[in-house]
């Protein structure tokens, strides 16, 4: 959290002027604390995003990434630090064409606020911040969480549905060693593929392949 009140009372009224923010920065270099708000503030912003058209896919949730060991429906990805220069990049999403066009066109609007935590701004450090950001989407005090911790029952329905969960192999797969109900595996759930290869594409291993499903759940999304 930034030491300084006044630029967080101008950050919560949404006043994100680049001029202004130019000023406080000379004020207080704190004004843009941590790596991770300025992270936040990329991550909304519609600057880093020229053109989009519809994927195959849905969106992962982003709720404890940090946790992951592999990223992406298909794992296609590991790290988190360098995950998020692929979406920038790439046509369909983000449809930069390259890191120079992105730079110059947020330079005006982030360069002193990396100049202020003492980074370059560049792809790689627009990666970086945005990672410290996601590494703060955490749902980690849930329901399930407090009576895992001994803190709290969980309500009768729930307990049935746990039940449920564990006698008819749901956990198998969805392991409720962590509160995430994940064992951050690939299995093929025998659903239909609607031509996306899934976890095929990144091992060429078809035992492993992660198929896609219907609506609206899971990886594919038509
Ligand atoms: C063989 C392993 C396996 C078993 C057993 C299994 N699942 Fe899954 N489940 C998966 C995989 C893999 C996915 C992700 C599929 C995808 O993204 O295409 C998934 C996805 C889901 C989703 C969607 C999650 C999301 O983020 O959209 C739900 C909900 C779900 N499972 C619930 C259950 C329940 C309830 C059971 C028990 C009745 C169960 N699963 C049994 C492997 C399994």
Redesign the pocket.
């Known amino acids: 959290m930034s030491t300084c009140v006044f630029p967080i009372l101008i950050a919560g009224a949404r006043c994100y002027r680049a001029k202004i923010r130019l000023l406080l920065v000379l004020i207080c270099p704190l004004a843009f604390g941590t790596e991770q708000e300025l992270g936040e503030r990329l991550f909304f912003d519609k600057k880093l995003s020229i053109d989009g058209t519809p994927l195959p896919r849905n969106a992962p949730?982003l709720l404890n990434v940090a946790d992951r060991a592999a990223l992406f429906?298909d794992g296609g990805e590991s790290n988190l630090d360098t995950r998020a220069i692929t979406p920038l990049l790439n046509k369909r999403e983000m449809a930069n064409p390259n890191p120079a066009t992105l730079i110059t066109r947020l330079s005006y609007d982030y360069q002193s606020a990396f100049a202020a935590i003492k980074l370059e701004l560049s792809i790689e450090n627009i990666a970086l911040a945005l990672a410290a950001y996601e590494r703060t989407l955490t749902a980690k005090d849930t329901a399930y969480d407090r009576w895992h911790n001994n803190q709290q029952p969980l309500s009768p329905s729930a307990t049935i549905g746990f039940g449920l969960?564990n006698r008819?192999?749901?956990a198998?797969?969805?392991r409720t060693s962590n509160a995430q109900f994940t064992g951050d595996l690939f299995?093929n759930?025998g659903v239909p593929t609607n031509n996306d290869l899934g976890r095929f594409a990144v091992t060429k291993d078809p035992a492993l392949t992660?198929?896609?499903?219907a609506p609206p759940?899971?990886?594919?999304s038509n």
């Open positions: 949730t429906h969960f008819h192999g749901c198998e797969c969805h299995h759930t992660d198929t896609g499903s759940h899971c990886a594919i």
